[in-house]
């Protein structure tokens, strides 16, 4: 049987036009109904393209003149935009972003979730006035060029350190201190970690900012133990930065793409900073799970608590329930909250972070939510409402059976991956639950990430 070849070849230029984008914000062009994925193309335009490499299924290209502009195309503020990974949509106006999302929610609900979206209201994503500044949490690796220090995002699709003065998306105090930190360890001579060689000390610098608080923490991750003149370093930045709180060393000595190691200690001030979303005070330490769009998280967990719909007479249970973020928003609506998360350090900082808030109705367990909700079930604890707020890959099947068996009266679905959320929500309708609607809030400008809060509620009992 004769191969069959692809309609493109490797550097032939062709002239498509961009249907939509990939999950990391490539344009989408078809030759033939052979996808090519080209970067900085946008859904509607015209351009001639070079194809750079071809696969069995879909090719890579190159753009090369456009002949008509997207009317949402923008010039990227950002110097370093087209060399850094860390956003893909600057060239997209944020209304274009915005009409994107709410698209690429839809089109999964109605793709992989099987559900009609004429019969479920995906409403418009909700975005930020300001759609810059709102990271609260830079977390760079360090490197070396020309005997000097350098700090900021990789390179795309590399360990190539791409060294930054400002990232528009972080906060600027959070830039102000990775540049003046990076110059003060210069200066005394800190060697940063070389990945290739296991050699060095310096592996990457974070900083934690108050969005309400202004509190500020730095973290340093290291190869070792010790602290190459400590004591004038950390004299010269609490100087330096009198907003800084907390100055903390995370030890990470092994040969892993893996950010923290095992041992976090305090260096100076406290070992947590502290912050609100809403009217609830979190504590934060160095390897806390907290959201980094404070602001959009507020939006997010309103409409969470909305589609819970409590009157303070239920029963809830928050599954993955993190530092106890949610769980805290729905405590003070609920009669009796339960959280569950596999993390153990999370638990305790839920805990905490109760305690400071005086809520006596939420408590927390250590476990797998499909292993200590079947148990709680067990003991008659019955749910009125479960929300779940899963990682990407989605709920864990055996989850969302018990939930099936539980049968609470809503599900409230919080995601971070609205094609896991589709699939899950399949699984859902199939065992008597309704999609009532989605809510579609964009956590990441500039990013092609998109979070979502569903609504389901149980028509069949």
Same mark, same amino acid.
């Given at each position: %049987?004769?191969?069959?070849?692809?309609?493109?070849?490797?550097?032939?230029?062709?002239?498509?036009?961009?249907?939509?984008?990939?999950?990391?914000?490539?344009?989408?062009?078809?030759?033939? +109904?052979?996808?090519?994925?080209?970067?900085?193309?946008?859904?509607?335009?015209?351009?001639?393209?070079?194809?750079?490499?071809?696969?069995?299924?879909?090719?890579?290209?190159?753009?090369?003149?456009? =002949?008509?502009?997207?009317?949402?195309?923008?010039?990227?503020?950002?110097?370093? =935009?087209?060399?850094?990974?860390?956003? !893909?949509?600057?060239?997209?106006?944020?209304? +274009? !972003?915005?009409?994107?999302?709410?698209? &690429?929610?839809?089109?999964?609900?109605?793709?992989?979730?099987?559900?009609?979206?004429?019969?479920?209201?995906? &409403?418009?994503?909700?975005? %930020?006035?300001?759609?810059?500044? =709102?990271?609260?949490?830079?977390?760079?690796?360090?490197?070396? /060029?020309?005997?000097?220090?350098?700090?900021?995002?990789?390179?795309? /699709?590399?360990?190539?350190?791409?060294?930054?003065?400002r990232c528009l998306?972080?906060?600027?105090?959070?830039?102000?201190?990775? /540049?003046?930190?990076?110059?003060?360890? #210069?200066? &005394?001579?800190?060697?940063?970690?070389?990945?290739?060689? &296991?050699?060095?000390?310096?592996?990457?610098?974070?900083?934690?900012?108050?969005?309400?608080?202004?509190?500020?923490?730095?973290?340093?991750?290291?190869?070792?133990?010790?602290?190459?003149?400590?004591?004038?370093?950390?004299?010269?930045?609490?100087?330096?930065?009198?907003?800084? #709180?907390?100055?903390?060393?995370?030890?990470?000595?092994?040969?892993?793409?893996?950010?923290?190691?095992?041992?976090?200690?305090?260096?100076? +001030?406290?070992?947590?900073? =502290?912050?609100?979303?809403?009217?609830?005070?979190?504590?934060?330490?160095?390897?806390?799970?907290?959201?980094?769009?404070?602001?959009?998280? #507020?939006?997010?967990?309103?409409?969470?608590?909305?589609?819970?719909?409590?009157?303070?007479?239920?029963?809830?249970?928050?599954?993955?329930?993190?530092?106890?973020?949610?769980?805290?928003f729905l405590a003070?609506?609920?009669?009796?909250?339960?959280?569950?998360?596999?993390?153990?350090?999370a638990i305790e900082?839920?805990?905490?972070?109760?305690?400071?808030?005086? %809520?006596?109705?939420?408590?927390?367990?250590?476990?797998?939510?499909?292993?200590?909700?079947?148990?709680?079930?067990?003991?008659?604890?019955?749910?009125?409402?479960?929300?779940?707020?899963?990682?990407?890959?989605?709920?864990?099947?055996?989850?969302?059976?018990?939930?099936?068996? %539980?049968?609470?009266?809503?599900?409230?679905?919080?995601?971070?991956?609205?094609?896991?959320?589709?699939?899950?929500?399949?699984?859902?309708?199939?065992?008597?639950?309704?999609?009532?609607?989605?809510?579609?809030?964009?956590?990441?400008?500039?990013?092609?990430?998109?979070?979502?809060?569903?609504?389901?509620?149980?028509?069949?009992?």
């Amino acid at each position: %049987m004769a191969k069959v070849l692809p309609p493109v070849q490797k550097n032939e230029y062709y002239d498509v036009v961009f249907e939509d984008l990939t999950h990391d914000g490539a344009g989408v062009a078809k030759v033939e +109904g052979f996808p090519v994925f080209v970067a900085n193309a946008l859904p509607g335009e015209r351009a001639k393209i070079k194809v750079v490499k071809v696969k069995k299924g879909y090719g890579f290209g190159r753009l090369i003149e456009l =002949y008509e502009q997207s009317e949402h195309r923008l010039d990227a503020p950002c110097p370093i =935009y087209k060399q850094c990974g860390g956003c !893909q949509l600057q060239h997209l106006s944020y209304s +274009g !972003q915005l009409h994107h999302k709410h698209k &690429h929610v839809k089109e999964v609900f109605a793709r992989i979730g099987k559900v009609d979206i004429n019969q479920v209201t995906v &409403h418009p994503t909700l975005g %930020m006035e300001n759609p810059w500044d =709102y990271r609260n949490k830079a977390q760079v690796p360090v490197g070396e /060029r020309e005997g000097g220090l350098i700090a900021g995002f990789y390179q795309q /699709r590399s360990h190539e350190i791409i060294d930054m003065e400002r990232c528009l998306i972080q906060h600027s105090i959070n830039d102000d201190v990775v /540049r003046g930190v990076k110059e003060i360890c #210069k200066q &005394h001579g800190i060697r940063a970690y070389d990945e290739q060689r &296991h050699k060095g000390w310096l592996r990457h610098i974070m900083v934690r900012h108050g969005y309400v608080t202004k509190e500020t923490m730095l973290v340093f991750i290291t190869r070792t133990h010790d602290f190459p003149n400590k004591k004038v370093i950390l004299s010269e930045i609490t100087k330096k930065f009198p907003h800084i #709180k907390s100055i903390v060393q995370n030890v990470n000595d092994k040969r892993t793409n893996v950010i923290f190691g095992n041992e976090t200690k305090v260096l100076w +001030g406290s070992e947590y900073i =502290y912050d609100y979303i809403g009217n609830i005070r979190f504590a934060i330490s160095a390897r806390s799970f907290y959201q980094v769009n404070p602001e959009q998280t #507020k939006v997010l967990y309103e409409k969470a608590l909305e589609y819970a719909n409590l009157t303070g007479e239920e029963t809830v249970i928050d599954a993955y329930c993190g530092i106890g973020t949610i769980s805290l928003f729905l405590a003070q609506k609920a009669k009796h909250v339960y959280g569950v998360e596999i993390v153990p350090e999370a638990i305790e900082d839920a805990k905490r972070n109760a305690s400071l808030n005086g %809520m006596t109705n939420v408590e927390f367990a250590v476990g797998e939510a499909e292993v200590v909700i079947p148990k709680w079930y067990e003991q008659g604890i019955e749910a009125d409402v479960i929300v779940v707020d899963p990682p990407r890959k989605g709920c864990d099947e055996t989850l969302l059976h018990t939930i099936l068996q %539980m049968k609470p009266k809503k599900v409230v679905y919080v995601s971070c991956n609205p094609a896991t959320l589709a699939r899950d929500i399949a699984i859902l309708e199939q065992g008597g639950y309704q999609t009532k609607e989605v809510q579609p809030v964009d956590m990441f400008p500039h990013t092609m990430h998109c979070e979502a809060v569903a609504s389901l509620e149980l028509i069949n009992r």
